[in-house]
């Protein structure tokens, strides 16, 4: 795949909400190796890897003033190096995907690091299974097969494109602007939304809770590890707000609802950032403050998708017949999978 792609809703969300410095949002992944990896063989998985993965391959540029993307073809480029240190990307350069080969104490350590706008977590997932099974193929002398590619990303976003134009989310505006309406969470002061400006709080539950928590409760009320989730959300907010409903903004991975809602196409193994923001949401939760199982019952009957999987328009879509504004509160639901990579 080369050639102009159009940017996807998540993209435009980026490009409008950090104008400076957008260069700088990437996510890594450290992996411990096992004994005797063959450096040459890994050089040789990471570029099959490169050549598979079109997103990887994605450039940036602004042209007066409007950020456009391409992809480009696939080159001789050397990913990975052997000197532990930042890693850095020029928007406008391909490419957006590095590995540092090192050497940790003790343990060989390989992390790999992409920006943000070509990956997400679904993207690690596939990377690391295909880098897998590329390596497994270079090592034992066969050429790399990483299967059939699923629906490209460039497809996927001219279909977002293609609806968004034609008026495909236009009866959609008023359901959104009612959501909004119903008002945002109470602050103190305005402020910056920045990274400094951010706290952070980290839960660790123990083996009983988390077992609950992926088993127990969801067969009990007959929903999904992120409708409690989202519950218990829901039951703080409104205790701390006085309020008893909240609106919360959810971010889902897109590809199953891609799938569904539009025709069919699937890119369930492309590599990209997929991200469908308010792939279920904005929604209004009722938290029943003294009613846990009415309270998970009606995050779970509410957290579904409608009327649409990706109600925020593209950047085709005008502004003036975009949702007047988003939810103060987000969440997103990440999942769980142990990855293991030798």
């Not at 490419?95 to 104490?105: E, S």
């Not at 409760?217 to 989202?230: F, G």
Request: overall charge negative.
């Amino acid at each position: 795949m080369t050639g102009p792609v159009s940017l996807t809703p998540i993209q435009c969300w980026y490009f409008e909400s950090v104008p400076v410095a957008p260069e700088r949002f990437d996510q890594s992944v450290t992996v411990e190796l096992a004994e005797g990896v063959d450096e040459l063989a890994l050089r040789g998985a990471l570029t099959a890897v490169m050549a598979h993965h079109d997103a990887l391959r994605m450039r940036y540029e602004q042209v007066d003033g409007c950020w456009r993307q391409a992809g480009a073809g696939v080159e001789p480029v050397d990913v990975l190096s052997t000197v532990d240190g930042p890693v850095g990307f020029d928007l406008s350069r391909e490419p957006l995907f590095r590995a540092v080969l090192f050497q940790d104490g003790s343990r060989r350590v390989l992390r790999l690091a992409a920006h943000h706008l070509v990956v997400d977590g679904v993207s690690w997932r596939i990377l690391l299974e295909d880098l897998d099974t590329a390596y497994r193929q270079v090592v034992s002398g066969r050429p790399v097969d990483l299967g059939a590619k699923t629906t490209s990303f460039q497809q996927w976003a001219a279909r977002l494109c293609e609806h968004a134009a034609t008026g495909g989310f236009d009866d959609e505006l008023g359901y959104w602007n009612m959501l909004l309406d119903n008002g945002s969470l109470p602050v103190d002061e305005d402020g910056p939304n920045t990274i400094a400006s951010t706290r952070s709080v980290t839960v660790c539950l123990d083996e009983v809770n988390t077992r609950a928590l992926l088993q127990d409760v969801p067969e009990v009320y007959r929903t999904q590890i992120n409708d409690v989730l989202l519950a218990a959300l829901a039951r703080v907010l409104a205790r701390w707000s006085g309020r008893d409903r909240v609106l919360v903004d959810l971010e889902g991975h897109g590809r199953d609802y891609s799938s569904r809602s539009r025709n069919n196409y699937a890119p369930s193994r492309t590599e990209d950032w997929a991200t469908a923001r308010c792939a279920t949401s904005p929604t209004t939760l009722c938290p029943h403050h003294n009613h846990r199982s009415a309270s998970t019952t009606s995050a779970s009957s509410t957290g579904q998708p409608a009327p649409s999987s990706t109600p925020y328009p593209t950047d085709s879509t005008p502004k003036s017949t975009r949702p007047n504004n988003g939810p103060t509160s987000s969440t997103s639901w990440a999942g769980w999978k142990p990855i293991a990579w030798r």
